[in-house]
């Protein structure tokens, strides 16, 4: 189904004709690349100015009725549920998530919109004792016009997790969605076209200049992305004085103590580290293995044995775990980082292969023999690509884990309650899992990170609903009157 979205734009932005607009965005399938998926116009600064322009307006009447937003959020649940298939299928062909996590996906996508619709209606302040007779409140409202910056790896449910609180809470919101999932945007906003007011949820396609535009005239900002732009984003927002927010990369941990069961464990960090061909934020990256050089040696066999049983295929396939990477500069950069591992000294337990087929696919890498602090074991590698590290006792784990610039989440495994309630307790992190793998959260619960990862208030959860408003304090007096 390629299409071109210039008719889409110009229902949202006026005027879009009369520009000579040279840039391209074209999105094509990772597992075939031959495939288009979306072709359309970037917009000029202007152009976003004005589709900001028009949410502003929309706005004003958006934000006054609360009962209003639940509803259009509810039945914006429901639409997103009777197109829940199509929408699953997009994700696939578009940025090569499997089936089984484009599904996930999805549903993810209609709780949170669901969740919203009832939060729309939460109270949203507070009676506090006032210093002279009268009442004293606090309320929150909303900001006016929520910008949001969205990567790929999430095409739908990361848009929708930033937009439902923003639209809760009386928000209109502008999107810029990552290039290579212009076609799940466009999709979304088609979609929630038929269940909210115009111009409340709009699309801006482009690149970084359509980014900072975006930036330069919205009343609040989200990004999801690299740590390189979001830091870029934080200082235009914070040049402003807007209130923004970014989560950015991840460098995650696992700890394995002594008495993890190993079967349980090594499937957990296998699907942590190489599902989706490790293309999240939340994947493991670094699996620290506490025990001498024969527990090191088991865990590893036991790795290897598990990333091998996730042979990459074509995702649409039913239980295909890994698919392809998202294009062929990602698939440039993992060949790279495993010939620089090899080259520094270590050893590739597994893969770090190209497959010679159509597409971007490759083989999920799996090595050892890197000090902590190699490159490679501080930076992440956006890609199936996961180091192992043998360390003597459960300090230099923690330590270890607790070394990097990064601190997104982690998890330890084992059998000891108390011995992984004291690590998770002492990892530097915003999240972190015991027994289970670091990648997957749960909607309703705050979601971010320590250091490089996260700058500003949590996502997700009421913690949303508080960073897309802001708080007013309002004195009613009682007068002087006397009673009669």
């Not at 016009?145 to 937009?163: E, M, Q, S």
């Not at 490790?278 to 025990?291: D, E, L, M, N, Y």
């Not at 337990?349 to 490159?375: I, S, Y």
Request: aromatic letters at 6%; a neutral charge.
């Amino acid at each position: 189904m390629a299409t071109r979205s210039k008719r889409s734009i110009s229902r949202r932005v006026p005027g879009l004709e009369r520009h000579e607009v040279t840039t391209q965005i074209v999105s094509t399938s990772p597992q075939a690349p031959s495939d288009l998926i979306y072709e359309t116009a970037a917009l000029t600064p202007g152009q976003v100015a004005a589709a900001v322009a028009l949410a502003r307006s929309a706005q004003r009447e958006w934000g006054s009725n609360a009962f209003a937003r639940a509803n259009a959020l509810r039945e914006s649940a429901n639409a997103l549920r009777a197109k829940s298939a199509e929408a699953a299928a997009l994700i696939v062909r578009e940025v090569g998530k499997p089936i089984i996590e484009a599904r996930g996906e999805i549903a993810r996508a209609i709780a949170i919109l669901d969740y919203y619709a009832q939060a729309a209606l939460d109270p949203i302040g507070e009676v506090i004792p006032p210093s002279v007779p009268g009442v004293l409140l606090s309320t929150r409202q909303a900001h006016g016009v929520a910008g949001l910056i969205t990567p790929w790896n999430f095409p739908i449910a990361i848009p929708i997790w930033k937009a439902a609180p923003a639209l809760a809470m009386g928000n209109a919101v502008v999107i810029k969605p990552s290039e290579y999932a212009i076609g799940c945007a466009r999709f979304l906003e088609e979609l929630l076209a038929t269940t909210l007011p115009a111009n409340i949820f709009t699309v801006v396609s482009g690149l970084a200049e359509t980014g900072q535009a975006l930036i330069a005239n919205s009343d609040v900002v989200s990004f999801t992305g690299s740590v390189g732009v979001g830091g870029k984003v934080v200082a235009a927002a914070a040049g402003r004085g807007i209130p923004v927010q970014a989560e950015m990369g991840g460098q995650n941990p696992a700890i394995v103590l002594p008495d993890a069961d190993l079967q349980l464990a090594s499937t957990h960090l296998a699907q942590a580290a190489m599902g989706f061909a490790g293309q999240k934020c939340t994947a493991t990256r670094r699996i620290i293995v506490v025990g001498d050089i024969a527990r090191l040696n088991e865990v590893s066999e036991a790795l290897v044995a598990a990333v091998e049983s996730l042979s990459p295929a074509d995702p649409s396939q039913e239980g295909v775990v890994v698919g392809p990477l998202i294009n062929s500069g990602a698939r440039e950069k993992f060949v790279a980082a495993a010939q620089q591992a090899t080259a520094a000294g270590g050893k590739l337990l597994t893969g770090g292969k190209v497959l010679e087929r159509d597409g971007w696919f490759v083989t999920p890498a799996l090595f050892t023999g890197l000090e902590a602090d190699h490159k490679l074991m501080t930076e992440e590698t956006f890609a199936p690509f996961t180091g192992v590290i043998g360390v003597r006792d459960v300090a230099t784990a923690i330590e270890v884990g607790n070394s990097i610039r990064f601190g997104l989440t982690a998890s330890v495994h084992g059998r000891d309650l108390e011995a992984l309630l004291r690590v998770a307790r002492e990892l530097q992190t915003g999240m972190v899992k015991i027994n289970t793998p670091t990648a997957g959260v749960d909607f309703h619960a705050p979601f971010g990170g320590t250091k490089d990862s996260s700058y500003g208030q949590r996502e997700q959860g009421k913690d949303a609903l508080r960073f897309y408003s802001i708080t007013r304090t309002i004195t009613i007096g009682a007068g002087t009157r006397m009673f009669e």
